[in-house]
């Protein structure tokens, strides 16, 4: 008799078994035909139950699935709800012409002016974005509705939470820095138009709802977003491509409805590639390739060149704190490092030692910055300077920066962060 198959004279019992679990229980009653249940009718119940089994555990899988697909729905429909712009915000930006961008500061169009330091994070920010998309041609030349665009740039400023660092006025740098380029070195000759307005979104949307806290930390805390994205690697860059992508798929943000199906793919391409290579952990696997380009030269006719030059220039326009005046790179070293220090003290928090730089009790600041610009920072302006000669004043810049780091470094003291702000980073729900 087949495993747990119970036969009696007019009662044929099996359970329906999906191992390691029992989903349900088949019974057979009453045969019609004969007597009783032959040694027959018994295998063909446990085939049955087989199928059966099977059938009911892929039907309850999928209705857990579906579940879980209406509680995402709801949730990015809540989240969505709370970043909706209003029809006055979006009347307030197109009603004009756009302004030209020294109207927002005169060193507006300079390599050193620090928009995080410079410039109030407030609305006119998303003007000033639009007017740089115009200056750099990209509103005519792709057809971008101003609607449309206002719409999603307002969208991505309301995606950015506010930690110190990691917040709107970073991204905006960001794109700042990508202007810049493109303005001193005769409109990126070495890009096509549409690597260049990629790279521009990249800039803007590169850490859409950053936590104040990196990938580290989400893996060591098991955060939600390392649930979902430890397997693939760069945690937090993916989420900020999938919020990106959310953002594109809102109702009146798509800024490429106009674009081929051709044109869309290859956009959303270079957007994601752009976005993972702000991992410092790719771009150091990347390095090496870089270097060898920049060795050998740029070949603008070799479609993996473009790529590594677009991976560069993402992690330079990230990097850009580095290349400014002193005053105001010292002033952006202290927003990243309350953000560092309060990571740091989530860790503590959660029995985690933190590293040197996390570590507000440990971290000497000077000696921190030097290994970064000598290790990181350095190199990647370096190998920007030889691609695109006209950065060269960034490059001269960070040196200079580095000359005032190690002088504190000599003194021999103790750097201090000047705490104007409490940091709004919290421990995560998961960890309370």
Same mark, same amino acid.
């Given at each position: 008799?087949?495993?747990?198959?119970?036969?009696?004279?007019?009662?044929?019992?099996?359970?329906?078994?999906f191992?390691?679990?029992? %989903?349900?229980?088949?019974?057979?009653?009453?045969?019609?035909?004969?007597?009783?249940?032959?040694?027959?009718?018994?295998?063909?119940?446990?085939?049955?139950?087989?199928?059966?089994?099977?059938?009911?555990?892929?039907?309850?899988?999928?209705?857990? %699935? %579906?579940?879980?697909?209406?509680?995402?729905?709801?949730?990015?429909?809540l989240?969505?709800?709370?970043?909706?712009?209003?029809?006055?915000?979006?009347?307030?930006?197109?009603?004009?012409?756009?302004?030209?961008?020294?109207?927002?500061?005169?060193?507006?169009?300079?390599?050193?002016?620090?928009?995080?330091?410079?410039?109030?994070?407030?609305?006119?920010?998303?003007v000033?974005?639009?007017?740089?998309?115009?200056?750099?041609?990209?509103?005519?030349?792709?057809?971008?509705?101003? #609607?449309?665009?206002?719409?999603?740039?307002?969208?991505?400023?309301?995606?950015?939470?506010?930690p110190?660092?990691?917040?709107?006025?970073?991204?905006?740098?960001?794109?700042?820095?990508?202007?810049?380029?493109?303005?001193?070195?005769?409109?990126?000759?070495?890009?096509?138009?549409?690597?260049?307005?990629?790279?521009?979104?990249?800039?803007?949307?590169?850490?859409?709802?950053?936590?104040?806290?990196?990938?580290?930390?989400?893996?060591c805390?098991?955060?939600?977003?390392?649930?979902?994205?430890?397997s693939?690697?760069?945690?937090?860059?993916?989420?900020?491509?999938?919020?990106?992508?959310?953002?594109?798929?809102?109702?009146?943000?798509?800024?490429?409805?106009?674009?081929?199906?051709? #044109?869309?793919?290859?956009?959303?391409?270079?957007?994601?590639?752009n976005?993972?290579?702000?991992?410092?952990?790719?771009?150091?696997?990347?390095?090496?390739?870089?270097?060898?380009?920049?060795?050998?030269?740029?070949?603008?006719?070799?479609?993996?060149?473009?790529?590594?030059?677009?991976?560069?220039?993402?992690?330079?326009?990230?990097?850009?704190?580095?290349?400014?005046?002193?005053?105001?790179?010292?002033?952006?070293?202290?927003?990243?490092?309350?953000?560092?220090?309060?990571?740091? #003290?989530?860790?503590?928090?959660?029995?985690?030692?933190?590293?040197?730089?996390?570590?507000?009790?440990?971290?000497?600041?000077?000696?921190?910055?030097?290994?970064?610009?000598?290790?990181?920072?350095?190199?990647?302006?370096?190998?920007?300077?030889?691609?695109?000669?006209?950065?060269?004043?960034?490059?001269?810049?960070?040196?200079?920066?580095?000359?005032?780091?190690?002088?504190?470094?000599?003194?021999?003291?103790?750097?201090?962060?000047?705490?104007?702000t409490?940091?709004?980073?919290?421990?995560?729900t998961?960890?309370?």
């Amino acid at each position: 008799m087949p495993r747990n198959i119970l036969s009696s004279l007019k009662r044929l019992t099996s359970p329906l078994d999906f191992s390691p679990t029992v %989903v349900g229980v088949a019974q057979l009653c009453n045969k019609i035909n004969g007597k009783f249940f032959t040694k027959y009718d018994e295998e063909l119940a446990n085939t049955f139950s087989v199928y059966c089994g099977i059938s009911i555990y892929h039907s309850k899988l999928y209705n857990a %699935v %579906v579940a879980s697909h209406s509680r995402s729905s709801l949730a990015t429909e809540l989240m969505l709800y709370h970043m909706k712009v209003q029809p006055e915000e979006l009347e307030k930006i197109t009603q004009s012409s756009l302004p030209p961008t020294t109207s927002f500061h005169p060193d507006f169009c300079k390599m050193t002016f620090s928009p995080n330091i410079q410039l109030k994070a407030n609305d006119e920010t998303v003007v000033a974005v639009m007017s740089m998309m115009n200056e750099m041609d990209l509103i005519n030349k792709f057809q971008l509705h101003p #609607d449309t665009l206002g719409r999603f740039v307002f969208m991505v400023k309301k995606g950015y939470r506010d930690p110190p660092y990691h917040n709107w006025m970073h991204a905006f740098a960001v794109a700042h820095f990508l202007y810049t380029l493109y303005c001193c070195s005769n409109k990126l000759p070495c890009l096509d138009d549409l690597e260049v307005l990629a790279v521009f979104v990249s800039c803007l949307c590169h850490d859409i709802d950053h936590r104040g806290t990196n990938n580290a930390f989400q893996v060591c805390s098991k955060s939600p977003l390392a649930a979902l994205y430890t397997s693939e690697g760069s945690v937090m860059e993916r989420h900020h491509l999938a919020q990106t992508l959310c953002i594109l798929n809102s109702p009146g943000c798509n800024i490429f409805e106009n674009f081929s199906d051709s #044109d869309y793919k290859t956009i959303v391409g270079m957007i994601q590639n752009n976005i993972l290579d702000t991992d410092i952990a790719t771009h150091l696997k990347k390095s090496k390739f870089i270097k060898e380009m920049a060795s050998c030269g740029y070949d603008r006719s070799n479609p993996e060149h473009h790529k590594l030059l677009c991976s560069l220039i993402m992690t330079s326009c990230d990097l850009t704190s580095s290349c400014k005046t002193w005053d105001c790179s010292r002033a952006i070293s202290d927003l990243i490092y309350l953000e560092f220090f309060s990571q740091g #003290d989530l860790e503590k928090a959660l029995g985690i030692t933190p590293i040197e730089m996390m570590d507000r009790d440990r971290a000497n600041i000077p000696e921190q910055q030097l290994r970064f610009l000598d290790g990181i920072a350095g190199p990647v302006f370096q190998l920007l300077s030889q691609l695109i000669p006209e950065s060269a004043e960034a490059y001269h810049s960070l040196l200079e920066n580095r000359e005032h780091w190690a002088a504190l470094k000599a003194t021999g003291k103790r750097f201090s962060i000047d705490i104007t702000t409490e940091l709004s980073v919290r421990l995560p729900t998961h960890v309370e």
